[in-house]
């Protein structure tokens, strides 16, 4: 490979939240600090373990060059990069700069989005499992949020509920849900005809949809990210979607995502809310990033970035498949992420999910309590790195974990 994916960089004291807060309580979910003799191996915090594309560096350090960083207007070549970048998938065709917008991270943008659309009180759908931070941004404003389940068919593909879905948005008057695509933690990358059904559903029930689509470049063979408003005239017109370099690149310490937004009067009416909070200001080097981000160098360290990552995914799960028994996880068709079911473990070994949380946490298993994601039995992985510490990692877990 022409880039490098084996090197086990050394991240402690370089400001990572994956190292630095292990032991602490930045976010109240932190695993503990391992015991003396074990060094941590971080598979929680969804940030990567790999060395950003240099294109990114390189744009950095050129502008770091020059000696002032005041005031600064978002360049042609930002939105000329994001335009090409989203058409490089083969859809957003018709995409121009006005339909485009900063956002300081997805949180912000959901946020934001949620004020705009809703009111303290009411109900938002989402899918369950669930990422985390949904969660904070649909209560943290006084909003409430209604679970539809995703279902786990006879081959193991996690798959929404579309009758449940209409049920819930009918019984709980919901005119706002929050969609994952792909779905963080399942890894699900959705098809045409789910995300056509998907639509059918919110559109009878005059739903409008955020649509987080962060995770859209990490997509493995045989799979394809269909942006969700690009499935038909109604998701164009009702979906607005949040989109950012943060997960491809590793980028999410320079905080710069960026909405796509076709409808006028809710394109205007979000832009309006984060111009008057002011909360929503770009980095300068932010800006540099992402256009070395979405650069022809950057869809080659890409190319090479999937292919390590779909040979983690593949060795991680028939691992853990066939070496832990009462452990499930199944291959995952996007992301970096995996969610593994400790269900029969436990009852057969009659030990809980946090004594099997911790034994891997002593050991330096830097694992993620899946309870936060709303499984009841389960834990999530960050597969994102070096292969070598991914091996490390299971074999601790085979040794002092799951015996």
Known sequence: MKYDFTSIIDRKGMDATAYDSVGKHKWGMEPEAPEEGFDFIPLWVADMNFATCPAITRNIIERAKHPLFGYFNHSDEYYQSIIDWRKSGGYHKDLSREEIG????????????????????????????????????????????????????????????????????????????????????????????ELEKAMAVFEENNVTVLSDEIWADLVFEGHNHIPTQCVNDWAKEHVVAAYAPSKTFNLAGLVGSYHIIYNERLRKAITKHGEHTHYNEMNVLSMHALVGAYSKEGHEWLKELLEVLEDNARFSCDYINKTFDGVSCEMTEGTYMMFLDCSEYCKKTGRSLDEVLKAGWRVGVGWQDGRLFEGPCHIRLNLASPKSRLEEAFRRMKEYVFI
């Not at 949180?107 to 369950?128: C, K, M, Q, R, W």
């Open 102 to 193: 900063y956002e300081n991270g997805v949180h912000g943008f959901l946020s934001s989005a949620v004020e705009v659309l809703t009111e303290p009180g009411d109900n938002i759908l989402l899918h369950s499992p669930v990422y985390v931070g949904f969660k904070s941004d649909v209560e943290g404003l006084g909003r409430h949020s209604i679970y539809s389940p995703l279902v786990l068919d006879e081959n193991g593909v996690w798959r929404m509920d579309y009758e449940d879905m209409d049920r819930k948005i009918k019984a709980y008057h919901i005119k706002t849900a929050i969609f994952c695509s792909p779905h963080n933690p399942t890894g699900r990358v959705w098809t045409l005809e």
